[in-house]
């Protein structure tokens, strides 16, 4: 009987340092293994990465615009550019035409 209750002692004293190497080993492995930890990273990279080449592309497609707004203001409209969209638009450019603008002393 003895023999039991040191047995029994010594296991009740180890359930607490057990479980708390347990509940340690559960948070490295989240650190380490989780969606935010450490492997998480290299994704991370990669994917801002991606993110950066598309928000490059698309800044230089509202520069483009912009610039398209600024030629198509009322108070400075480019005239070419004026007389190409309203012919885009009115349907009497054809897919295939070229317009090629001439200088008003010829």
Do not use: C
Request: aromatic share 6%.
């Amino acid at each position: 009987m003895t023999q039991r209750h040191k047995v029994r002692k010594s296991v009740n004293r180890a359930i607490g340092p057990t479980v708390a190497l347990l509940a340690v080993l559960a948070m490295i492995g989240y650190i380490i293994f989780g969606p935010t930890g450490l492997y998480a990273w290299g994704d991370y990279r990669q994917s801002v990465e991606k993110k950066r080449v598309v928000l490059s592309k698309l800044t230089k497609r509202e520069n483009e615009l912009q610039n398209r707004v600024n030629l198509l203001d009322r108070r400075r409209v480019d005239p070419d550019l004026a007389d190409e969209y309203v012919r885009e638009k009115l349907g009497v450019m054809h897919p295939d035409e070229i317009a090629i603008p001439m200088d008003e002393k010829e």
